[in-house]
């Protein structure tokens, strides 16, 4: 049975593992997945090679947690919206996501892995774990509690949820990759979230 980290140690690996994502991440947008190295990685951030491969054996599993900690960092810790009016709830969700797709290095990771996964097959064949972003958690956590408080009936949630967040990203963050100018403002985006919490509404809302 493996010995449980001491206090000091959790901490030191945390801050390691924080270090190395900052570092991958510059290192990846800089130059390429292709001409990033593991060994570069743990040099940038100050780290051993030995301490580098025990978080992240090969380059997939690192370029995976960039993308994840491009979307997850510590301000993106989402408060549970009241179910009470369930697509007011949807609507501060859906911004919420819009938040996320919005940070520019979001953008360029996943563009880095369009344009890499290709000649990869590491990546071209990963499933990346989208669901462990904190958006995508709390808007099942919503679907669930708008169950129990009868607002909606949300059968599959792991189903549901990506159909809402998805067609929000089709207008406010596939279009910006592929075009260069694309931009909504303000109000243009708040009617994508909100159309998108309509139909959420009448596909799964109880009147």
Known sequence: ?????????????????????????????????????????????????????????????????????????????????????????????GLAYVELLSRPRVADLIRTLIAESPRFPELRERTFDFGALPVLAALKRYFRAANDAATADVDDPEVAAPQFLGMIATVVFWPRLVHGGWSLNEQETREVVDQAARTILARYGRR
């Open 1 to 93: 049975m493996p010995r449980e980290l001491s206090a000091y140690h959790r901490q030191v690996a945390a801050a390691n593992r924080e270090a190395i994502l900052a570092a991958a991440t510059d290192l990846f947008l800089e130059r390429g997945y292709d001409r990033t190295s593991l060994a570069r990685v743990a040099e940038r951030a100050g780290v051993s090679k030995a301490t580098l491969f025990k978080q992240f054996p090969t380059k997939a599993e690192l370029f995976e947690a960039t993308v994840l900690a491009a979307g997850a960092g510590p301000d993106e810790v989402l408060a549970d919206p009241p179910v009470g009016d369930f697509r007011a709830g949807l609507v501060v969700l």
